[in-house]
C-alpha cells in the first residue's frame, strides 16, 4: 500500500501543503531476506518529501515524530513520510520522551521576517516604478497575508494577480484584483497587464512555466522584487532586483510600515518635484485601479457572451456561471486539474479572500476533487463544498462514492462529461495535428453510477435546465451528483495559452 501514498505525498510536498503519512513496513529483522511486500520506502520517499524517515527502534518514535512535524510546519511547508516496520509497532513503549512541540501543531511555525535592509529598498523601488504589479501565489493565503497583501496594493495602487493556487489571495471584488495569469486561467487582457508593467513584486510565488507562460510575461528585463520563505524559489528563474526571504505575512506588513514611513518623511524640493511628476505622468497613462477596471472589463465582456449560451452540449462558462449564482459566498470548491481548473481558475468569482478554491496544480494528478472535498467538508462542515471533476478523472476515484455515502456528507459533485481525458486531447490537437492517441472513451452514465451507491443524482443536457437543477441538488443537504453533458475541450474557447506540449 505504501506505493499508493506517492501521488498525494509529492503533490503535497511541491504544493506546500504540510502533511504527515504513516506507513507500516516489514519486520527490521526481516530485511533483506525477501519477506512479502519488502520495499525501501526511504528511498521511495526521498525525492517526494521534504523529510523521511523510519523508525527502527520503539525509544525513537518520540524523537522522529517531532522531527516529522518540525519539517512539515517550519520554513516552505511540505510532506513527510515516517515508516512503521512491524516489529516495532508490536513492541512496548515505557512513555520515556513522548511529548510534544506544540508550536509545530499547525503551519506556518516559527515565521521569520525578510532583512530590514532589504525591505527598506525594496519599499523605495516600489514607491519609484511608474507601474507596479504584484503577482501572488498560494503562499499568501497559507501564511494568513490577505489582509496585509490588499493594504498594500491600496498604497501602491498596484494591480493584483495571482498564480492559479494563489487564487483566494485578494477578493475578486477588490478593484485591485486582476484574477488568475499564466497559461491556465490567465486571458490576453490580464496578461497585457504583466507585459506593461516596469516591475513585478513577486510573492510566495515559484515564477513557474504555468504562471510566466514559460517565462515569457513579465519579459526578461522586468525589474523584480521577490518574497519568498524559500531562497532557493528566488532568482531560479529571474534576476532578482531586491531579494526578501522570509514569512509572506510578515514581509508584507514590513512592507506597509516602510512604504509609509518613506512617504511621511520630510522629503527635498527636488524629491518632490520628482514625486508630483511621476503622478502626473501615472494619471495619463492610467491609475492601477483604471487599468485593472478596463481589463476586467474586457475579459468579463466575453465570458458573459459565452455564459449566456445555450450551444449543445453545453459550455463550461455556462455551468461556471450557473454554479457561481446557486452557491453561497463562502462555498469550497475543490477542482480537478484537467477540463474544470482554467475555467474556475478565470471565471468563478471569488467575493472573500482565503482559502475558497482547492486544486492541485504541482503535479495535477488526476482524481483528486472529490477526495480533497471530503477533506474540506471534514475541516469546514458549515460551508458547502463542492467538487469539479472532468469524467477521465471521475473514473480514477469512482470508489470514493462509497466514503461520500456512508459519511454522508453533503457534497455536491459535478462531472463534466465529455468522454475524453480532455487536457491531453486538447494538447494532442494543438501540438499534432489531431493525431488523438489514447484520450477517447465511451459515453458513461455517471448519474446511474451515483444511484448504485446510494446517492441523489442528475443528468443535464439541456443548459436551460441547469440552474433549476444545481439549486435544487444544494437544497436536499445531501450528497447530490450532477452528470452534465459539456462541450469538447479540444473545441472550446477555454482560457488556456498554451497546452501541454
Excluded at 71 to 95: E, F, N, Q, W
Excluded at 239 to 249: F, N, Q, R, Y
Excluded at 361 to 372: N, V
Amino acid at each position: 500500500g505504501a506505493t499508493y501514498l506517492a501521488p498525494g505525498l509529492v503533490e503535497a510536498n511541491e504544493s506546500s501543503v504540510p502533511v504527515l503519512a504513516f506507513s507500516s513496513d516489514v519486520p527490521v529483522s526481516s530485511r533483506g531476506r525477501y519477506p512479502l511486500t519488502e520495499l525501501r520506502q526511504d528511498a521511495l520517499y526521498a525525492p517526494l518529501t521534504k523529510w523521511n524517515g523510519s523508525i527502527d527502534l520503539v525509544s525513537k518514535i518520540g524523537d522522529q515524530v517531532r522531527s516529522a512535524f518540525r519539517a512539515i510546519c517550519t520554513g516552505r511547508p511540505g510532506s513527510a513520510h515516517l515508516c512503521l516496520p512491524y516489529d516495532v509497532l508490536k513492541a512496548k513503549h515505557d512513555g520515556e520522551g513522548l511529548w510534544a512541540q506544540t508550536e509545530h501543531s499547525s503551519a506556518p511555525a516559527w515565521r521569520c521576517a525578510p532583512a530590514l535592509e532589504a525591505t527598506r529598498q525594496a519599499a523605495t523601488k516600489l514607491i519609484a516604478a511608474k507601474q507596479v504589479v504584484i503577482i501572488c501565489g498560494g503562499g499568501v493565503i497559507s501564511s494568513g497575508a490577505c489582509e496585509a497583501l490588499s493594504k498594500l496594493a491600496h498604497q501602491l495602487d498596484a494591480p493584483v494577480c495571482t498564480t492559479v493556487s494563489g487564487k483566494g489571495c485578494i477578493s475578486d471584488n477588490d478593484p485591485l484584483s486582476v484574477g488568475v495569469v499564466g497559461s491556465n486561467g490567465g486571458v490576453l487582457a490580464t496578461r497585457e497587464i504583466v507585459a506593461a508593467a516596469d516591475l513585478v513584486f513577486f510573492i510566495a510565488c515559484r515564477t513557474g512555466s504555468t504562471t510566466t507562460e514559460h517565462w515569457r510575461f513579465p519579459k526578461l528585463g522586468t525589474e523584480i522584487i521577490h518574497l519568498d520563505v524559500d531562497p532557493a524559489v528566488i532568482s531560479s528563474s529571474y534576476p532578482t532586483s531586491i531579494a526578501l526571504v522570509g514569512d509572506a505575512k510578515l514581509g508584507l506588513e514590513a512592507l506597509i510600515e516602510a512604504v509609509q514611513a518613506q512617504r511621511q518623511k520630510a522629503m527635498t524640493e527636488q524629491r518632490q518635484k520628482a514625486i508630483t511628476e511621476k503622478r502626473h505622468t501615472k494619471h495619463l497613462e492610467g491609475s492601477g485601479l483604471a487599468i485593472v477596471a478596463k481589463a476586467c472589463a474586457s475579459k468579463w465582456k466575453a465570458f458573459e457572451a459565452l455564459a449566456q449560451s445555450e450551444e449543445l452540449p453545453i459550455r463550461p462558462e455556462r455551468i461556471i456561471d450557473q454554479l457561481r449564482q446557486a452557491l453561497p459566498d463562502d462555498a469550497i470548491v475543490c477542482a480537478d486539474p484537467g477540463t474544470p481548473c482554467p475555467y474556475v481558475a478565470a471565471y468563478f468569482k471569488l467575493p472573500k479572500a482565503g482559502r475558497y478554491f482547492v486544486t492541485n496544480r504541482a503535479h495535477g494528478a488526476l482524481g483528486y476533487a472529490l477526495p480533497a472535498a471530503i477533506g474540506a467538508w471534514y475541516a469546514k462542515p458549515q460551508q458547502r463544498c463542492v467538487a469539479l471533476m472532468g469524467d477521465g478523472s471521475f473514473g480514477f476515484v469512482a470508489g470514493e462514492l462509497e466514503t461520500v455515502a456512508r459519511c454522508g456528507a453533503p457534497i455536491l459533485m459535478i462531472v463534466l462529461s465529455n468522454d475524453a481525458f480532455g487536457w491531453i486531447k486538447a494538447s494532442q490537437r494543438a501540438s499534432y495535428g489531431k493525431r488523438y492517441f489514447s484520450v477517447d472513451f465511451r459515453p458513461t452514465d455517471h448519474a446511474a453510477i451515483a444511484r448504485a451507491y446510494g446517492i441523489d443524482a442528475y443528468r443535464v443536457e439541456d443548459p436551460r435546465e441547469l440552474g433549476t437543477c444545481l439549486r435544487e441538488a444544494l437544497d436536499l443537504n445531501r450528497p447530490v451528483l450532477i452528470d452534465i453533458r459539456t462541450q469538447a475541450l479540444e473545441e472550446a474557447a477555454a482560457p488556456v495559452s498554451q497546452w501541454m506540449g
